[in-house]
Structures are given as structure tokens and as C-alpha cells.
């Protein structure tokens, strides 16, 4: 007849928080991969890059009231 603790299996240790948060080169890696994916997704969107900037020109300059 089997005992009670041979019929369970081995219980896997709880993952500790230290362990979560440790550095691991692949994570840089991701974290690269997908900052520059975002951006290219982000920029191919945008059909001129002046659109994505305020910038503002000499007319502009020229247009715009004087505050007296």
C-alpha cells in the first residue's frame, strides 16, 4: 500500500520577488526590440515629419500680433 506523500507530486517552490526583478541580458534585449518597433510603427504613420513637431517658420513670425 502506497503512503499519502508518495501519491503527490513535488511541489514547486513560490518565486521569490528578488528573483522576479533580477537582470537578465535577454530583457535589455526586448525592451530594445520593442522601443524601436514602436517607433518605426509610429513614424510610418506620420506622412510628414513636420507633423509631428510644432515648428514654426518666418511667415509665421511675420503673421502673428505684437503684444504691445
Not at 20 to 42: D, K, Q, S, T, Y
Amino acid at each position: 500500500m502506497m503512503q499519502r506523500n508518495e501519491q503527490r507530486p513535488p511541489r514547486i517552490p513560490p518565486v521569490s520577488p528578488k528573483d522576479l526583478l533580477e537582470f537578465r541580458p535577454w530583457m535589455l534585449a526586448l525592451a530594445v526590440f520593442l522601443a524601436c518597433a514602436i517607433g518605426i510603427a509610429i513614424m510610418e504613420q506620420v506622412p510628414d515629419p513636420r507633423a509631428v513637431f510644432a515648428q514654426a517658420s518666418p511667415q509665421d513670425g511675420a503673421q502673428a500680433p505684437r503684444a504691445p
